[in-house]
């Protein structure tokens, strides 16, 4: 039995990895295509070509939509948080401030949860241990970045605040999502997909008369990179591991996204692990694993 559930463990772990591994990429691609791209148009394209992809896959796995008006309104709530707003506040806001700080800022994501559960929700465990990791995490994304990226603080302040807004967003959807447990993960991620669709492409049509763009092609592939893999793909893992890990359990792949960058430049672009870095990984690490320790229970007496 001890044996399954460390196998288990291990398997929510290897998909908390995955989704920092697709959502650490976003950066990247939201850099890239937001030059041609406006912010709203982007998302709108992001949400749409997911949600296309997810209504797909249900199709294939002979999943349904569901069909009440309170599902559907609860459904809504997460879209807001999960991509309507987030994604948007922060796409406006890389427009403004280096990938780095905005990497830093949006990682927080798991010390608002904390403080969400602690004070208002209470609907799972917290304790010192994942106080004590949340901020960890926090202190090895920014040695992972680098600390001289902490130098842009008050400056731009509107596009630092859109980057902390997205964490305050992430961090309330990561608590909403635990409201469908009688939905299955492909069900939310498209549910969501739908909802931001239907708000994000008019409001595209309206504001940015996305027929008189020109985008370069970097960009019309960096936007498609972003709706498929770190859209489509990365909810389904999102909202599974919302299921099986927690709200901050899952929270905290937000510390794990500037890690994946990192390694990436290394294996590809031949870039150096330096010692600052090499600690910000292991902070990192250290802080996710703090927040995803088991607590144990207590025998009753």
């Known amino acids: 039995m001890a044996d399954e559930k460390q196998s288990s463990f291990a398997v929510k772990i290897a998909w908390l ?4 591994l ?33 209504l797909a896959v249900m199709a294939w796995k002979g999943e349904r939509l569901p069909r009440d008006g309170a599902t559907w309104r609860k459904l809504f709530v997460q879209s807001v948080l999960t991509s309507i707003a987030a994604w948007t506040i922060l796409a406006w806001g890389q427009q403004y401030v280096d990938s780095g700080l905005a990497s830093v800022l ?17 609907h799972e465990a917290v304790s010192a241990l994942k106080l004590a990791g949340a901020c960890l995490g926090v202190w090895g994304v920014a040695l992972i970045v680098g600390v001289d990226a902490l130098k842009g603080l008050g400056s731009n302040v509107a596009g630092q605040l859109a980057a902390l807004t997205g964490a305050l967003l992430y961090g309330f959807a990561a608590i909403y999502g635990k409201n469908f447990p009688h939905l299955s993960a492909l069900v939310i991620a498209t549910g969501t997909m739908i909802w931001a669709s239907l708000v994000l492409v008019p409001a595209s049509l309206i504001f940015d008369k996305p027929w008189t763009l020109m985008p370069s ?55 150096k692990l330096t010692p600052a870095v090499g600690f910000g990984l292991a902070a990192a690490i250290l802080g996710v694993a703090a927040i995803n320790a088991p607590m144990r229970r207590q025998k009753p007496t």
């Open 22 to 54: 697709l959502w650490g990429s976003s950066y990247l691609f939201i850099k890239v295509a937001v030059a041609d791209i406006p912010p709203i148009t982007l998302i709108a394209v992001r949400v749409s070509i997911a949600a296309m992809l997810l």
């Open 217 to 271: 092609t970097q960009s019309v592939l960096a936007a498609l990179a972003l709706s498929v893999f770190c859209t489509g793909f990365a909810l389904l893992i999102y909202f599974r591991l919302i299921k099986s890990l927690g709200s901050m359990g899952t929270a905290s792949q937000a510390y794990l996204r500037a890690g994946v960058g990192v390694l990436l430049g290394i294996v590809f672009l031949g870039e």
């Open 17 to 20: 990895l995955t989704l920092a």
């Open 106 to 122: 949006n990682s927080t994501a798991p010390i608002f949860v904390f403080f969400i559960t602690l004070c208002i929700t209470r």
